[in-house]
């Protein structure tokens, strides 16, 4: 135990206390740093590209936290009740999720491409309006880079809460059945209560994750055209590395910090407040 809490302190402890104290300085990241207090703050309270940046992150959990989830708990209701070939639809749903970031962007980034990807081809067939540069429009790019980090990740959620369905006793469903519950009403009252946990773990998850999401948004449009993709985490890689504003950076991760901190201590008291999740 005593390994594995050094482990951690230096790992994850230590890093975090660090960059909360460099947020309140100016630093490149070589030489002393400077105290300046909350003048990064001041400064996020000012930045437009900031401001861009956390609605943008607020655009991509509101779109995670429905489309994937319905997709994920439609896809397991589908498959449940099949008997024979599950394990290959498992695995179908799967892969996607298995294969590296950077494979899958390098991969739609081709289907994408704007002189000879898919919405070039569905033009040449008559469908103009498919003519569009879905990674290099402003209106357009958010939800294209969404759409292909769906793609590789509601795959998981159906294997996810087709699990907590499986766990579900048999007999809950022969009672609803017997008192002549229809299928929706079984998936109402029966499905859903049964993968509850399940379901409100993945919500959390999914808000984290969306106010850290960096790879896909990064690996295909480095948060362009003129910001029109990019978020807290692409904002903070730029500044501390492209700009060398590490106490800038320091700021953006410790409001990105405080967000999820809030998101957890929200569920948290509605636990203690006895609600079921």
């Known amino acids: 135990m005593a390994p594995l809490l050094f482990l951690n302190i230096v790992v994850i402890l230590g890093p975090s206390v660090g960059s909360a104290w460099y947020a309140f300085t100016k630093w490149s ?17 000012g930045d437009r590209v900031y401001h861009m940046a956390f609605v943008n992150n607020v655009k991509w959990t509101l779109i995670f936290l429905t489309v994937p989830v319905t997709m994920g708990l439609l896809g397991s209701a589908l498959l449940a009740p099949i008997k024979k ?14 294969i590296a970031s950077v494979v899958n962007t390098q991969i739609w980034r081709n289907i994408l491409h704007p002189t000879r990807g898919i919405g070039v081809m569905l033009a040449e ?25 769906m793609w590789h990740w509601w795959g998981f959620l159906v294997v996810l809460y087709l699990a907590a369905m499986q766990a579900i006793n048999p007999q809950l469903y022969e009672a609803a059945r017997i008192e002549g519950a229809t299928r929706g009403q079984e998936f109402r009252y029966v499905t859903l209560p049964g993968i509850l946990p399940t379901l409100v773990f993945t919500v959390l998850m999914t808000i984290i994750w969306s106010f850290l999401v960096f790879d896909y948004i990064y690996l295909l449009t480095q ?6 993709s990019e978020v807290l985490s692409t904002e903070l890689f730029k ?23 809030l998101v957890v201590a929200g569920f948290v008291i509605l636990r203690r407040k006895g609600w079921e999740i």
Request: aromatic share 18%.
């Open 223 to 228: 948060g362009g055209p003129a910001h029109a």
């Open 29 to 45: 990241g070589i030489g002393p740093a400077q105290w300046v207090g909350l003048a990064n703050f001041r400064r996020l309270a």
């Open 125 to 149: 067939r008559g469908l103009k309006f498919m003519d569009v540069t879905f990674l290099g429009s402003r209106g357009t790019v958010l939800y294209t880079i969404a759409f292909v980090d």
């Open 239 to 261: 500044s501390a590395f492209f700009r060398f504003e590490v106490g800038y950076a320091a700021a953006i991760g410790v409001s990105m910090s405080f967000i999820c901190a």
């Open 85 to 98: 070939g599950q394990m290959f639809f498992r695995i179908a749903y799967f892969i996607p999720y298995v």
